[in-house]
């Protein structure tokens, strides 16, 4: 029986090959979207769900309450240093703790040498965390000279040999260099869990690189920090004993006052809308998720709406086959569930679609959380049962009211031909216009943010960006015998060093004038950074690193320093940085920082920075030459430090890199939007006029045995669809060009402005895909031979 029900609904599927490829293609993007949504949801639901409950119910994050002096009031996931092995002395009730903090250094093994990513713990970490091993032991974290890595690592460096007891050497800043012995390889660490690393040390080498003194309190290199409490229920009252810690951290930070510490459970969820600054990961916002859960069910529904008008054009072209069936003794069941399995292999072929289209897509919206997670991610289980789920819902609402239609007429009224189908309403009309103008929106964005990429490229820096090579250091030692290797090379016109460079390290710090305190940014600087950036000194002088005081006090400010902070003559005027005094001895030009943070040009503080923190050297030289000079640098490299990697990197990729990769994400993503949007719209615009041409079949026959031609019949027809598309594409050319201008000025300072030309273009672009849709389902009817029409009328 069940055979007899799959060869007719394959047979009538695929006698109707347009109405099943177009519906497939709208529902299999729809149902793509679907999945996109739920595997956000599940990082969210599954956010560090590997760990045992019984065992970290015990273990509590703190997070410190802040007071700014704009009034806001942040929470950020990391404590001082210091705090956790003061208080556990201190505190009864706090059995032991652990800090997790990143830092970064090289690894080297035989001839594999990288820069890595690196996070440092308390010796603790395993005994409070679970983290299962494929090699190894635990216990073994116990020593400071062991190093824990991932089994992607353990394999980049050692291939299939056991790395457990391996020697691996490590570099730092400020020259320190040690090496360390695989204590043990963890099995892959899921994506969605707070305590992401892919190699991990002890906490002490953290400590000792970077020369931390422990008793200061005002150093801003703060850990987030876990607590493992004796009784969980005593939290509140643990906490509360923390104020006593307050007063002196306020005392040696006074740009940041802390109000409160507070202990958080560790399964506690925080995203970034509510927690600031941490070193853990955090779960995707709840905002923009509840917001794209919702409209991937919205375009869901859509799509069903769509299939379901389809389904009843089918239908009313199968009333008598119906009428027949129910003659011989088919029951009204069997009828729905003829239909009923039709609309299922319809939505199982979507699937197909779907998830092929899924994978496609959700790169580049994991993109957009900066979360590399997919599909193969998920548990098994859990994707099987929610796309068993999803199939079955989406089948019952597609397919419920055009089977019960079908199965509803008597047999009498089919046989005799006198069953209707209702034609088109304004609730289908407004829903096609909605659609194609959501499809005219989305086309716009896309085109403007290509657009946007180009007009980037083109923006004036203010400085010689398209000239400079940024290059990775670990200290003065590397600065010198670098400068001094690089004399000779004709390619290099100027070397310079700094903390960090402009459009990536620079860092927001108050300062004060007097009585008056204002927002900046500010970044260490070494010999020759500006000259070989190119940013001009307009007053003043530069700095004199070989003079004392200069090192200590002197500092550099932009214009947009002077203008904000009213001064007439800024030379040799007294501010307040990191609570010390400093002398303004220059002033640069402005430059643009980054495309994201402010229109205006920001005012900027530049310092002698530590010669220990030398971490970037700037070489300038001809654009022609850029990437020949980078292979020469790296050249000298490996003869001066052969057993280091190498890292270097364009400024202009500094500056524009993650711009570059965001409108490349959103291009992919508007460019899914458009092509959803397109099939959602033909396929709705489709059924409408497959349920017009179905009603007025009769009229169709009648009009053209008077004379009427088949441009008559299909200008008639169309009348009201060209109505339709008409004012949908001035809908979405109004909100497309509100909608994207929008979204532009949320993601960038700098953004391309948007244009009347490219809104045309897409507007008449999505009118003549609606209008030839229409027009060859009309057609295919008025073609018909009227003799026909009027016989099975």
């Known amino acids: 029986m069940l055979k007899n029900y799959l060869l007719v609904a394959v047979r009538s599927l695929l006698k109707n090959k347009s109405y099943v ?83 970064n250094g090289s690894m080297r093994y035989g001839d594999k040498a990288f820069n890595e990513s690196l996070s440092f713990a308390d010796s603790t ?113 643990i906490a509360a004993q923390f104020k006593k810690y ?20 560790f399964k506690k969820k925080f995203t970034g809308d509510e927690v600031r600054y941490g070193w853990a990961r955090l779960p995707i916002p709840r905002a923009p998720l509840i917001i794209f859960s919702s409209m991937a069910l919205l375009i869901l529904l859509i799509a069903c709406f769509n299939l379901t008008n389809t389904s009843i054009a089918m239908t009313a072209r199968r009333l008598k086959e119906v009428g027949v069936r129910k003659t011989i003794g088919a029951a009204r069941k069997q009828i729905i569930f003829q239909f009923l399995l039709e609309t299922l292999l319809t939505i199982l072929l979507s699937l197909a679609v779907g998830l092929m289209m899924a994978q496609l897509i959700l790169p580049a919206f994991t993109a957009m959380w900066q979360i590399p997670y997919g ?67 989305v086309l716009i964005a896309g085109v403007i943010f290509i657009q946007n990429t180009k007009y980037q490229e083109s923006i004036r820096f203010g400085y010689d960006k398209d000239q400079i090579i940024a290059v990775s250091l670990q200290g003065e030692r590397d600065f010198e015998a670098m400068e001094k290797a690089l004399v000779s090379n004709p390619k290099v016109l100027s070397v310079g060093v700094a903390d960090g460079t402009i459009g990536r390290n620079p860092y927001a710090t108050p300062i004060r004038i007097d009585t008056a305190q204002y927002d900046v940014q500010a970044m260490g600087v070494g010999k020759n950074y500006f000259e070989t950036m190119g940013l001009n000194i307009v007053q003043g002088r530069n700095l004199n690193l070989e003079n004392a005081s200069d090192v200590k006090e002197g500092v550099i400010v932009n214009r947009a320093f ?36 402010a229109k205006t040009a920001e005012p900027f503080v530049f310092y002698a920075a530590g010669k220990e923190q030398y971490i970037t050297m700037v070489v300038k030289t001809e654009h022609a030459d850029l990437l020949a000079t980078q292979k020469s640098l790296e050249a000298t490299w490996k003869e001066l430090f052969p057993t280091r990697p190498f890292e270097s990197q364009l400024q202009e990729d500094v500056v524009l890199g993650n711009s570059r990769d965001l409108n490349k994400n959103l291009e992919k993503i508007f460019i899914f939007l458009t092509i959803l ?14 349920l017009n041409v179905a009603k007025r079949t009769k009229e169709i026959g009648i009009r053209k045995s008077l004379g009427a031609s088949v441009s008559n019949v299909v200008g008639l027809l169309n009348r009201e669809f060209v109505v339709v598309l008409s004012v949908a594409v001035v809908l979405g050319s109004v909100g497309g060009y509100y909608a994207t201008n929008a979204l532009l000025g949320t993601l960038y300072a700098y953004h391309v402005p948007v244009g009347l030309v490219p809104i045309a273009g897409c507007a008449v672009f999505i009118f003549l895909v609606g209008f030839f849709t229409t027009s060859s389902t009309i057609m295919k009817a008025a073609k018909t031979n009227p003799v026909e029409t009027l016989r099975s009328e």
Not at 247 to 256: C, G
Not at 677 to 683: E, K, M, N, P, Y
Request: aromatic fraction near 10%; proline fraction near 4%; charge should be negative.
């Open 125 to 237: 970490f395993f005994d409070l965390f679970d983290f299962p091993l494929i090699a190894g032991n635990t216990k073994s974290f116990k020593e400071k000279n062991s190093i824990f890595l991932t089994e992607e690592l353990a394999k980049k460096y050692f291939g299939d040999e056991d790395p457990v007891g391996k020697t691996v050497t490590l570099n730092f800043v400020n020259n320190y260099e040690m090496d360390a012995i695989v204590g043990g390889v963890l099995k892959k660490i899921p994506e969605n869990n707070t305590l992401g690393f892919a190699m991990l040390m002890r906490f002490e080498v953290y400590i000792d690189y970077n020369k931390l003194n422990l008793d200061d309190w005002s150093d801003w290199r703060n850990p987030a920090t876990f607590l493992e409490l004796s009784a969980p229920e005593n939290a509140t009252r």
């Open 562 to 597: 002077v203008e904000r902070t009213g001064m007439k003559d800024p030379i040799d005027q007294v501010i307040f940085l990191h609570n010390g005094k400093c002398f303004i001895v220059g002033v640069i030009e402005n430059h643009i920082d980054n495309l994201y943070r």
């Open 246 to 265: 307050i007063p002196h951290r306020n005392e040696v930070r006074t740009d940041v006052v802390v109000t409160s510490y507070t202990l958080e459970p």
């Open 21 to 103: 490829i177009i519906n497939a293609l709208g529902l299999g993007v729809s149902l793509a979207c679907c999945l996109a949504a739920y595997l956000f949801v599940a990082f969210n639901v599954e956010f560090d769900n590997f760990h045992d409950d019984a065992k970290v119910s015990h273990i509590f994050k703190i997070h410190t309450h802040m007071l700014e002096k704009d009034g806001s009031t942040p929470i950020d996931f990391q404590a001082p240093i210091m705090l956790a092995p003061v208080a556990s002395g201190e505190i009864a009730g706090i059995e032991r703790y652990t800090r997790f903090i990143h830092g």
């Open 375 to 441: 599909l193969g991610d998920l548990g098994g289980t859990n994707l099987f049962i929610m796309l068993l789920v999803l199939v079955f819902a989406t089948a019952t609402v597609a397919g419920i009211y055009p089977a019960l239609l079908s199965s509803n007429f008597k047999p009498t009224t089919l046989l005799k031909g006198t069953a209707k189908i209702k034609g088109t309403n304004a609730l289908t009309r407004s829903l096609v216009a909605a659609q194609f103008a959501l499809s005219v929106v």
């Open 677 to 690: 949007g397109g099939l959602l719209s033909a396929s709705g615009i489709f059924a409408l006029a497959s």
